[in-house]
């Protein structure tokens, strides 16, 4: 890899690239998905390739490639270079990034079991082992399960001197129960939806899991939803769980806070955000006891937004996004600090792969734990729903107003978990929401989701964020209004 | 069917010291280096029956905001997916490395995976060699579309919004797809295609327009006329007011329509109908639509881009799904078939997969009205540019959520009566479909939710906006 990568930052700075970044990425992943007791999707794949990023004339280019021969990779140099020229036809001023310095480097998050070398076999008979045990419960009209892994390896040089080497392990899974009857399809998923829970771990995840284990219980929620009450219309008090909570920061925090985004550089397409540069240190985000970071370092865990380096060379930072209610900081990248004057990037920059320019994305971005226990939330809310596990998300492209729904809930009365409500939703407007937040519960409920799925930029990223979060509770929220009826 | 590739300008030397910018023709391999690659597999693979996808994409993107270009990329690149089929197992290994050993690997790799797996049932023999129908979506000119041509008509539209005191962001982008699909009984099956984007916003202090278009032929595209149809509807919609939600009749501008009824498409499916998670599960031959609603599944459209081939090689036929507001046909694989006692379509995915099949050009009837004469003829409505964040709320109902953007306005008294704040919608997509009173002519139409199709402009009945937002 460093012989490839310098041989490029070596024909970049020959064409007289006054910056240039590679990021050789070696790619490797596993997926495998079971349906109503047989294999769905068995593969493996493997992408290796590089990225060169480079600045000429002051104006950007990339190109990339996966001929790695010298013939390719200097093409793909004077292909970048060529880009940068043409960028330079439409530039208003040159681009100035904020101070970085180098770092030669290597970092790998820890992991137990590679998922690589767990047998195959065995790895198919927990997904059909889950599945027969939710098509044993009557109504259950489908079970899925599916797990995945990726392994990246990846090495960052740059002009500037950095050689920054890493390896994330990544592993995930999830099962879905679903049920058709009458008129209605309801369906529930462990450890959440669309995916399961994913982490920056080794197959030890996928064990701690225990999909078997859970696989009754949401095949016999998902039946009992047919008979649930609908969710009532008007304001009400909600708890959500800390997977929903997660998803609510993802879109109504994680997407404004993008500098990127701020600045209108994906008004295309991702939209612009409410926060404008004035609210820096100046709105009121949420209640006093809202605190959110943005926290890619290993200390705050293993999330899909966790690593030693981002992908333009900047040191894994905490960054304080919300403190005490107050907003704080913007996810910045070397070119967007340097836009609004800070000194330093906070180390963002990611990328989905080495056929793609690094943007601006989420990290773990994670409200910080209260200090009450659950049970007490509950014993301690009169009236109120409570609302676990996603099903529906939707947001404006400001991030002002929101609607979600989820599997399943429950109404409290009166201190008490009581009748189970089938697709309970709300909605609101995102500072509206997080001011009425009056409680968090404690690091013993807290959980660090992975959501592996969030999408954004122009060619299209997938990028895997991570997102800590405990059950909440928000007062005078609306609730029901999602349906056409 | 792609032209023979010795019509075509030869490649040029891939580095000079006067490099302007490689366009996509330069990186084209053509059939016979695809078929070259599989082959090398066939001779490699130990399995009872081998199949072989390569696929090449060569493809560049020019991304402005803030009237500059601010990102500027390509990129290139191979896949090749080997199947492999051993006893009733099959499974699937990738790799994008073409030498002998990765070669060597990944067919290996294929092999054993699937013999590690339990049989299954409802695997088929591959398919021998097919007829295809011919199409041609290869466009010289979008193949030899440079980073410098992306940028001249990126500078015409950033001086446009300086010329109107609007800011804009946008993409060009310029790409040539190739992709073969070989298996050990003999088939080979190869396509191209060229494909070119627009999209282009604008922006003033307190609105948006938006406008976007696709194809496979660059010249059909006009970025800066697009760019003008965006800046009047920034334009228009300066001052937005606030009106309250409700059920209004709402005029759907063909990209709204397109994200909308996108997520319909897999509820064409074979197997989402088997799974019992299809909206039309026990509603087939029932009516569900109006009877001005008819849709096809036609890769052959003039309109439409796609091989006429399916995963497993199967022709695509061009299948009814709707008629007069029927639901009346399926997709179905190979398998799917099977199960269901029906006839394959060509829709398969490539296996193994446990999704089944999917119509993935779908066209709608049209109608002859203009959106001059739904304005015309509304009292009060919501004339709607374009959609945004779309999720399914009901599955079943197919009730979906979502907002409007880049131009909301007000209808009173059959013309636009000006620019209101953006809607959150919760609309059922079958009612929609029911209440449909005019339509434009079906055109090729390109959103952000949904894979471009070919729908008209709507003129709908009773939509329910629910909330609205703060801009």
């Not at chain 2, 290139?76 to 490395?97: E, P």
């Not at chain 2, 109107?164 to 190869?190: C, D, M, P, V």
Request: hydrophobic share 35%; proline share 4%.
């Amino acid at each position: 890899m460093r012989s490839i990568a310098n041989f490029a930052i070596e024909k970049a700075l020959a064409r007289r690239a006054s910056y240039a970044d590679v990021r050789v990425m070696d790619i490797r992943h596993r997926d495998i998905s079971t349906k109503n007791g047989q294999v769905g999707r068995m593969s493996e794949g493997e992408s290796l390739g590089l990225g060169i990023r480079v600045i000429t004339d002051g104006a950007w280019g990339f190109a990339s490639t996966d001929r790695l021969t010298n013939e390719g990779i200097e093409s793909c140099a004077a292909e970048a270079i060529a880009i940068a020229k043409a960028s330079g036809m439409a530039k208003r001023h040159g681009v100035v990034l904020a101070q970085e310095q180098s770092f030669v480097d290597t970092w790998q998050n820890p992991f137990v079991k590679d998922p690589f070398r767990i047998p195959i076999e065995s790895q198919i008979a927990v997904l059909l082992r889950a599945d027969e045990e939710m098509r044993k419960v009557k109504g259950v009209t489908l079970a899925e399960g599916s797990m995945s892994f990726r392994r990246i390896e990846q090495l960052f040089v740059s002009s500037i001197g950095s050689a920054i080497h890493q390896v994330k392990m990544q592993s995930g899974a999830g099962i879905v129960a679903t049920s058709f009857a009458g008129e209605e399809i309801q369906k529930r998923s462990y450890p959440n939806s669309f995916g399961g829970q994913h982490m920056l771990r080794g197959y030890e995840l996928i064990e701690e899991l225990d999909l078997v284990r859970h696989a009754p219980r949401i095949a016999e929620e998902c039946v009992a939803l047919h008979k649930a009450e609908k969710c009532p219309e008007g304001k009400r008090t909600i708890i959500l769980d800390s997977s929903q909570l997660g998803l609510q920061i993802h879109e109504s925090i994680g997407h404004p806070i993008e500098l990127d985004r701020v600045l209108g550089m994906e008004a295309n397409f991702a939209g612009m955000s409410f926060l404008t540069l004035e609210k820096l240190n100046s709105l009121r985000y949420g209640s006093d006891i809202v605190n959110v970071v943005a926290d890619a370092r290993l200390a705050h865990g293993p999330g899909l937004g966790t690593f030693g380096y981002d992908d333009e060379g900047v040191p894994a930072q905490c960054t304080p996004i919300i403190f005490n209610g107050q907003f704080t900081g913007y996810l910045t990248n070397r070119e967007t600090a340097a836009a609004i004057g800070q000194p330093r990037s906070n180390g963002t920059m990611r990328t989905e792969s080495w056929n793609r320019l690094p943007i601006i994305r989420m990290t773990n971005i994670s409200i910080l734990p209260g200090d009450r226990k659950f049970e007490d939330l509950i014993a301690d809310t009169d009236d109120g729903i409570y609302m676990e596990t996603n099903r529906s998300w939707s947001i404006d492209d400001r991030r002002y107003h929101f609607q979600f729904s989820t599997e399943i809930g429950w109404e409290i009365k009166n201190g008490k978990r009581g009748r189970m409500i089938k697709t309970p939703s709300y909605s609101g407007i995102t500072t509206e929401f997080w001011n009425s937040c009056d409680a968090i519960c404690s690091r013993d409920y807290w959980t660090l989701w992975g959501t592996p799925n969030c999408g954004k930029g122009q060619p299209m990223q997938t990028m895997g964020t991570g997102h800590g979060a405990a059950p909440a509770r928000f007062r005078n929220v609306k609730v029901g209004i999602a349906s056409s009826e | 069917m792609p032209k023979p590739a010795k019509k075509r300008k030869a490649p040029r030397s891939r580095v000079s010291s006067g490099h302007k910018g490689l366009a996509a023709h330069d990186h084209r391999l053509g059939a016979p280096e695809l078929r070259r690659i599989a082959e090398k597999i066939f001779k490699l693979s130990e399995a009872d029956e081998t199949e072989v996808d390569v696929s090449a994409v060569t493809s560049a993107l020019t991304r402005f905001a803030n009237n500059t270009i601010h990102q500027n990329v390509a990129e290139q690149g191979i896949t090749i997916s080997v199947r492999a089929v051993v006893d009733g197992r099959t499974a699937r290994a990738s790799t994008n490395k073409t030498d002998e050993d990765s070669l060597r690997r990944v067919t290996t790799a294929a092999l054993e995976l699937a013999q590690v797996q339990p049989r299954n049932p409802n695997l088929l023999p591959l398919l021998g060699p097919q007829k295809l129908q011919k199409v041609d979506r290869f466009a010289a000119k979008t193949a030899a579309a440079t980073p410098a041509d992306r940028a001249r008509a990126v500078t015409q539209v950033c001086q446009l919004a300086d010329r109107n005191k609007q800011t804009t962001a946008g993409i060009f982008s310029t790409g040539l797809s190739e992709f073969a699909l070989a298996n050990s009984r003999g088939l080979f099956e190869y396509y191209e295609d060229t494909r070119a984007e627009f999209s282009v916003t604008m922006l003033e202090k307190d609105s948006s327009g938006w406008a976007k278009a696709t194809s496979a032929r660059v010249d059909e595209i006009d970025p800066l006329a697009l760019a003008e149809r965006a800046s009047k509807k920034a334009a228009d919609s300066r001052s937005p007011r606030e009106v309250p939600p409700g059920q209004y009749t709402a005029i759907l501008e063909p990209p709204a329509v397109l994200d909308l009824v996108g997520f319909l498409f897999y509820d064409f499916a074979g197997t989402c109908v088997h799974d019992q998670r299809s909206c039309f599960t026990g509603r087939m031959g029932k009516k569900l639509f109006g009877e001005n609603i008819s849709i096809w599944d036609d890769v052959y459209h003039p309109l439409q881009l796609g091989a006429p081939f399916d995963g497993e090689g199967m022709p695509r036929q061009r299948v009814r799904l709707v008629d007069r507001g029927v639901p009346v046909n399926l997709v179905y694989s190979r398998a799917t078939a099977k199960q269901m006692k029906a006839k394959p379509t060509g829709h398969g995915f490539s296996l193994p997969t446990e999704d089944g099949e999917a119509p993935f050009n779908l066209v709608f009837s049209g109608g002859n009205a203009s959106t001059e004469e739904m304005i015309r003829t509304t009292g009060r409505g919501l004339l709607i540019t374009r959609l945004w964040y779309i999720r399914e709320v009901d599955p079943y109902k197919k009730v979906l959520t979502g907002m409007t953007r880049d131009g909301t306005f007000l209808v009173e008294n059959g013309r636009v009566a000006g620019a209101v704040r953006n809607f959150r919608f919760n609309q059922s997509i079958i009612d929609m479909l029911a209440n449909v009173e005019t339509m434009g002519p079906a055109v090729r139409a390109s959103g952000e939710e949904s894979f471009d199709m070919v729908v008209p402009a709507m003129k709908v009945r009773d939509f329910h906006f629910t909330e609205v937002t703060k801009f």
